[in-house]
Structures are given as C-alpha cells and as structure tokens.
C-alpha cells in the first residue's frame, strides 16, 4: 500500500534555459484514479516442473524515490548499486508464502531475513531447496529455502556479488552452490566526481565499418574502466548448505557459469580488456574456460574478441562460436553455433548457420549437426535421432521448423512449418517439453507423438488449443480447444497428456487471473488451486470490447474500448476520448490486420495505463492498430507518415461511427515509440485536441545507425529519416503537448535530451507544451511518488485541453 507520508522533492524542469519553470511539489492524481494505484497486489508464482506446489512471491507493487536515490554507478550496460554489489534496477521480494496445489490456503515461509529485500531465486536441481539472495544496507547475503520445512537460513554474509546478474549456481548434487563473492582485496572505487584527469579521453577509428546503434550507459574513460573492473570482478566459492565454503577460483570478471546437464563439468565464461566505450558489456571480449567439477581446468573452449564492428542489418551476427550451451539430452556435449556468411546478411549462400557439438571429454574433433537456410533461432532436443531446431529471417518475417537427425548430418531437415512469424492466426503453437532425468527441458514425446500448445489467435477472437502433432505422418489431431467467450483461458502446463491433465489460467474483465486443474479427457469442471482476489474492483463494471473497424485503404484494424461504468449506450453522452497505441511494422497486409486483443483480458490498469482515465468521464481506446506495412521491396518507414495518419483517422472514425465521443475532444498518447508516434500525428494532423509523449525519441539523426525496425542507415535514407523527425518539423506543430522523460532513461535511442531539444524546439516556435523530467527515473517508471505525480500531470493535462477543450 502507499505509504501515507511521502517523501517531497523539489521538481525543477532542469537542463533548459531563458524559458518558464515551475517550483513543484509531486502531486496525486485526483481520489477515482488514486484509488486504484493504492491497491495491494496477488503475488507472482513459481511452480515445481510436475505442478505440484507453488511459491507465492509478494512485492511491492512500486518502489520509492528514497530507494531510486542509493548510490548508483552507470557502466557498460550495467546499472549497479555500489554499496550493495546489486543491479539498481532490481525489484525486490518481501514476503515468501508456501502452498500445495490443492490446498486452499498458503503457508508462511518461516525464518525469512528481517526487512527482506530477497531476488535471484533459483530451484536446486532435485526442487528440495531454493536459494536466493537477500540485499541489507552493505551488501548481498545468499540463503537457502528448506521446501519439506518451509524454514529459510543464510548461507553467507553480505559478500555475495550480483553486479552482473544471479550470483548463485547449484552444484548437481543440490548440496551446494557455486557462488560468486567479492574479492578480499577487493580495490576502493575511484571517485569520478573529484578525480583529477590525467590526460584526455581518446577513442580511435582505424578505418574499419562499425555501425551501432546508440547505447545508454557506455563506460566514458579510464576511471569508468576501473570502476567497472572492480565492481565485476568476483572470486568463486563452493558453499555447502551447513554454510561451510571454499574457494573454487581465483578472482576475475566472471559473466557466465554454467553446469553440464550431469553436472560433471562446469563452462566459466569471463571478462577481459579491451573494454569499449561504443557498445555495452555484452560486446566485451570473452574467454570460456572448461572445468570439471572440482575446479581443475580441461580446456580452454573458446575465446571472443571485442565486436565493436558486426555487419548491417537485424540479422548480422558475430563471427566464430555463438551460444554455446549444453545438449539438454545428453549428459555432457556442448553446442554452439557458427555463421557460415561470415555473420554478414548481404552475404549470399545456401545456409547461413551451423551447428556443430562435442561431447565429454572433449577431445575429439567437433561434429556438424545441422545447417540452417536462415539465421539460427534454437533447438528443441528430444532423442538421439530426433530434434526440432528453428531457423527466421527477419527481412522476410520468415520463420521455419525443421525435424532433424542429431546423430546424422547427412540427413536432410524436413520442414514441417514454413510460415510469417507476424501472421498470428497461422501459429501452430510451441512444442512443449518435459524435465528429464538431469532437470534439463526436452521434447514431450509419447509413442512417436509430441504436443503443441497454442494461444489461438482467430478472427473470431482467442480460443487456445493442444494439439497431438505425428513426428512421423506430420498430421496434426486436435486434442483440446477453449470454448470460453465470456472469459479467456490460457494453457499453463500439460502436466499428463495421457490422463488429460492440464494446468490453466482463467480470468475474465473483472475476474483476476487464476490457476485451475481441468481435465481434457474426462470434461469435468475446473478445480481452482490458487484464489488471488481483484484488487480493482472500483471499474469492473466498465464497459470493455474488442472494436474491428477498417483503414481508407481497407485494412482492418482493431483496439480496445471503455466506456465509464454506467455509461448509457442508448442515450449516447458526447464523451472525449483517449487513444493509445504503439505502432508496429509489418511486410504484408494480412499480418497487420490481425488482431491479439481479447476483451476478456483482466482490466489491470498499471502506471503507464489510459484506462484510469475511464473513471474521470472519458472513452478510452486502448492498444489500437497503428500498423506501419512495407510490402516487397517497399520499406514500411517509406510511408510513415501516411499510414499513421490513417490509422489514427481510422480509429477515430470507428468510435465516433458508434455515436459514442466527441471527436473534437480526442487525445491521443504512447510510451517510447507510442511517444514517437503521438508527435508526428500532432504535427502532420488536426485529429487531436492534445497529446500526451513519454521517454521517446523525436529528432532520427541522433539515432543515425537504425532504429525500431529500421535497418538502413541516415545516410542511405535522409529523406525518411528526416519526414519521420516531429523535430525537423517543430515549426508546424501547434498542438497541445505533454512530454514527460525519466532522467535517468536507460533506453537505447531514447536519451533524455531528445525530449529536452524538442520541446526546445516547441517553445521557440510558440507551441503550447510541458516537459515533465521525472528524477531518477529510467526508461519504464518506478517510484510511487514520480507515478502518482505522472498521473496528476496527465489528468491536468487531459482536463484542460481535451475534456474542457475551449472552456
């Protein structure tokens, strides 16, 4: 719940100068709006593999502008906390709860830390034991959950180091974990504020093409260097569960542990220099060493060198190995993959991956597996001889599955889907899988059949299906489909597809999601296993529908509309409404006119959410079609402007042909490329009344090296890149804008100076607008104190140029 005193920050529009400032307290929205965000909120689940029992998970539901204002150092990709050895940007478990799956009421989980501040949870490999981590004022503690006596214990002081991620791995045996602790030598910090330079920051090109695209939070100079070196350098140690640990490794930049399915060998992947300041730490070069179990080295496996230069384009990837992992089936065989093209898309041959293994103990030569007609995109192991690998194209949309013979390459793939990974309504489900004798998930197979689950995506409406696929005959046989209209059900687990157990997931408008046992054999009606209550009930009453409506050029499109509680349909009151959308790109019609929205979805409004504003008197079309399509060798970014104008007239069209608004009273709103998107509609259109742009980026020539789904460079496309700049158009853009930006945004592309230059630009030109900088703040936001205000500025916003337009 919130708490009833907040903490109040003097709110600045910093960053702009010779223009009107405000003196600002953080506000709250008004008392229909504030009671849905003081809510308490069901907890997240975690379940066993046989769906036996659940860990109820319960968190705060926001996090405060005290907990955004610790110490925070910005490195390499990496937001860290450097007093704690924690990412920044976790959100933290505070209560854990127990509870078998067909009992009605959870237990309380005993022995939990004091104030717990609990993340990285991670079952052991026999699911007896959970360990986690438990952040206090100095630093990362881990400890371990007893699943039989539901009693929590620590296993370490507050040394454990989470810079880069889970700190802990289970040794196979689940009697102890590999965890990585600071070093007890461990070097101060350097502070970078007072530090004095000793000479100038210098970055070089040798004359060698490296297009990337914009980073946040790139180191900047030698001190961010070190900085970085410290806070991700760990020594590793074992810990057995009576808390006794020895060290395992010596001290470095550890990135990735990762056992073998038999847990004889573990892969440790690290860090080295050089270090970039172009690209984040995942570009790094890397080392990945072969261990046995006992920490005694077997090879070294592989090693990466920076990548600050990859070829153009979505399916450019890094030369050498890639996605080294271990064969899910096997006991201890390693898999990777290799580009064939040289990781070079313009490149053109027959297959552009490969993948080869090599099993224990690894010293034999490497052996091909399989080759792929387009980019590699995973494998689904299931036997010696039979596995399912999955290949895309993005250019093309084009996704395809194969069945392979792992144990011969010279065995063709046979393709058994061939499809446009945009076209929803073609989906034939995701094969599921089943945890093996090493805890690894494989391909469910029973008497020559496995199983695809699918969402069921139709044109009229979802309906989510099991069907039993031949491996052989490749025939398909419908075992199970939803039938439900006035509620939506979501297949969770098949637990035995031979007695039909099914675990879901129903919910309606007004009815908070639940899980319930059905069997798909025996038809009987579900049993309900967990019983999360709505916690807004204050608008299920709301009127909510799936509205299908058609562009001007015939393309359908669809979105969600509220109308307020009450709301008299006969009658038909003039009521102003809210648009938001997000658009998206397409390579064919037929995708883009399909819909994934279902009106019995839970209404479960969150920060960024149009539909609070139900409750103050106005429609709200939610998640509206803004489909941009490129068809052939047409670009969808060619025509963005037109086709964006037109899905917004579309859209406005639809809900006024049902008498319901007054169109004059329209706004419209988005996140990110939402933003993006309501900037350019206020500036090529007189649609809207006002507009309402948060953390997005509006001038393309500071995202000169491709954005969202624009694959060509600034120079290659100016024309494009300058029609789709609302900043290059600042000078006709009259309408009402409300930006906002977190400070602090995290996002690639969408610094918070686009924000400031553009309403820079706006105000030079006299266009009537508000910059809202939001301290602390990344890209998505966080603290109640900077949501309630975000709110408050949006409803003022809303009454003043939308609802009272002209009043």
Do not use: C
Not at 171 to 185: E, G, Y
Not at 271 to 286: A, E, G, Q, W
Not at 381 to 396: C, E, K, M, Q, V
Not at 584 to 596: C, G, I, V, Y
């Amino acid at each position: 719940m919130i708490r009833s005193i907040f903490t109040i920050a003097a709110f600045i529009l910093t960053g702009i100068t010779a223009m009107a400032q405000e003196n600002l307290t953080y506000q709250k929205p008004p008392k229909e709006i504030l009671e849905l965000v003081d809510v308490e909120r069901a907890p997240s689940v975690s379940m066993d593999s046989k769906n036996t029992f659940m860990l109820l998970m319960y968190r705060n539901a926001y996090k405060t502008l005290e907990d955004l204002s610790e110490d925070e150092l910005k490195l390499g990709g990496l937001r860290i906390n450097p007093k704690t050895n924690i990412s920044s940007t976790v959100t933290y478990v505070n209560n854990l709860k127990f509870k078998k799956l067909k009992d009605k009421e959870p237990v309380q989980v005993k022995g939990l830390p004091q104030n717990p501040k609990m993340a990285n949870f991670a079952w052991s490999p026999d699911e007896s034991k959970m360990a986690f981590t438990n952040t206090t004022a100095t630093g990362v503690e881990v400890w371990l959950l007893d699943i039989k006596t539901l009693e929590a214990k620590k296993l370490t002081e507050a040394a454990a180091n989470a810079n880069m991620g889970n700190p802990v791995s289970w040794f196979r045996d689940s009697n102890a974990l590999l965890v990585k602790i600071l070093p007890a030598n461990k070097a101060a910090l350097v502070n970078t504020a007072s530090a004095i330079p000793s000479g100038p920051t210098v970055t070089v090109s040798d004359g060698t093409k490296a297009q990337n695209r914009t980073y946040q939070d790139l180191l900047k100079n030698k001190n961010d260097e070190t900085n970085f070196e410290n806070l991700t350098t760990s020594e590793l140690y074992k810990v057995t569960l009576d808390g006794k640990s020895t060290k395992w490794k010596e001290a470095a930049m550890y990135s990735g542990i990762s056992f073998s399915p038999d847990g004889n060998y573990v892969m440790v992947t690290t860090l080295h220099k050089p270090f970039s300041y172009i690209v984040t730490l995942d570009r790094f070069p890397t080392k990945s060493i072969l261990y046995d179990a006992n920490g005694k080295m077997v090879q070294t496996f592989n090693e990466k060198p920076l990548i600050e230069d990859m070829p153009k384009g979505f399916m450019a990837t890094e030369k050498g190995k890639r996605g080294i992992s271990w064969r899910a089936d096997k006991p201890a065989t390693l898999v990777w993959v290799e580009a064939l093209d040289g990781g070079d898309p313009v490149v053109e041959v027959p297959f552009r991956d490969e993948v080869f293994e090599l099993p224990a103990p690894f010293t034999q030569k490497p052996r091909s597996v399989v080759k792929t007609a387009n980019r590699y995109a995973g494998i689904t192991w299931g036997t010696d001889n039979l596995a399912l690998i999955n290949d895309r194209w993005w250019n093309t949309r084009n996704t395809k599955t194969y069945i392979f013979n792992p144990s011969d390459a010279a065995q063709n793939p046979e393709v058994i889907f061939d499809r446009n990974y945009q076209d929803t309504y073609s989906d034939p489900g995701s094969f599921d899988t089943r945890r093996n004798e090493w805890g690894r998930y494989v391909l469910n197979l029973e008497d020559g059949n496995a199983y695809l689950i699918g969402d069921g995506f139709t044109e009229k409406g979802q309906f989510p299906f099991i069907d039993r696929f031949n491996l052989v005959s490749k025939k398909k046989t419908r075992l199970y489909q939803s039938k439900y209209t006035d509620k939506k059900e979501s297949l969770v687990s098949l637990i035995d597809a031979k007695k039909g157990e099914v675990l879901v997931q129903l919910e309606s408008k007004n009815q908070y999601p639940n899980y319930y046992l059905i069997n798909i054999k025996k038809k009987s009606a579900p049993v309900a296993v967990s019983f999360f209550q709505n916690p807004f009930k204050k608008i299920e009453n709301v009127s909510k529908e799936v509205i299908k409506y058609k562009r001007a050029d015939g393309l359908d499109l669809s979105g969600t509309l509220y109308l307020p509680a009450g709301y008299d349909k006969k009658k038909k009151e003039k009521l102003p409404l809210i648009i938001w959308a997000y658009p998206a790109e397409f390579k064919d019609k037929n995708s883009a006119s399909q819909t994934t929205s279902n009106a019995n979805d839970f209404t479960y409004p969150n920060y960024g959410s149009p539909v609070y504003w139900v409750t103050r008197g106005y429609a709200v079309l939610d998640d509206a079609s803004f489909p941009i399509i490129g068809e052939g060798k047409e670009e969808p970014n060619d025509t963005f402007i037109t086709q964006l104008v037109a899905d917004a007239k579309a859209a406005i069209d639809a809900v006024d042909a049902l008498g319901y608004i007054d169109r004059t009273r329209v706004a419209v709103g988005g996140h990110s490329y939402g933003a993006f998107m309501t900037a350019n509609l206020l500036t090529h259109s007189d649609l809207f009344a006002a507009g309402i742009a948060r953390s997005g980026a509006y001038n393309r020539t500071l995202t000169p090296f491709g954005f969202q789904s624009e694959e060509r460079n600034y120079w290659e496309a100016p024309e494009v890149y300058n029609a789709m700049s609302p900043f290059s158009h600042a000078d006709k853009m009259k309408t009402p804008l409300l930006l906002i930006h977190g400070e602090a945004d995290n996002n690639s592309g969408t610094f918070p100076m686009q924000s400031e230059r553009y309403f820079n630009a706006l105000k030079g030109f006299g266009a009537p607008a508000r910059l809202v900088l939001l301290p602390k703040e990344s890209h998505g936001y966080s603290a109640i104190e900077s949501i309630l205000h975000l709110l408050w500025e949006q409803d003022q916003w809303l009454e003043k140029y939308v609802k009272n337009k002209g009043k």
